[in-house]
Nanobody
Framework: VQLQASGGGLVQAGGPLTLSCAASGRAFSSYVMGWFRQAPGKEREFVGYINRSYGTSYADSVKGRFTISRDDVKNTVSLQMNSLKPEDTAVYYC?????????????????????WGQGTQVTVSS
């Protein structure tokens, strides 16, 4: 599967921004779709994921502010970000994991994901 992320940009603190990730290839609905981010000088960190049953999990730092959704007809996954903070500034990546596990904690690790988009920059100004 190939992933293409879009929607990044410059936004003021407190504002909203929605990222999209378009997938090509078969069996999109079978993938767990994750979002990660990487700030300069930092490791890539988990933001959230949505599984095949539309269940979601989020990092504590974004819980209550970010929402992940998916459209298995259009083969897209979105990351709606509200109440953005300067510390949310990073390159955001969407990723797809094809190997299913009932242990949701596994999907918080980048190594679980076999496919990655190219990343889209989000900059939050204070």
């Amino acid at each position: 599967v190939q992933l293409q992320a879009s929607g990044g940009g410059l936004v003021q603190a407190g504002g909203p921004l929605t990222l999209s990730c378009a997938a090509s290839g078969r069996a999109f609905s079978s993938y767990v779709m994750g979002w990660f981010r990487q700030a300069p000088g930092k490791e890539r960190e988990f933001v959230g994921y949505i599984n095949r049953s539309y269940g979601t999990s989020y990092a504590d730092s974004v819980k209550g502010r970010f929402t992940i959704s998916r459209d298995d007809v259009k083969n897209t996954v979105s990351l709606q970000m509200n109440s953005l903070k300067p510390e949310d500034t990073a390159v955001y990546y969407c990723a797809a994991a094809g190997a299913w596990s009932s242990n949701g904690a596994l999907y918080k690790a980048p190594t679980r994901y076999a496919y990655w988009g190219q990343g889209t920059q989000v900059t939050v100004s204070s």
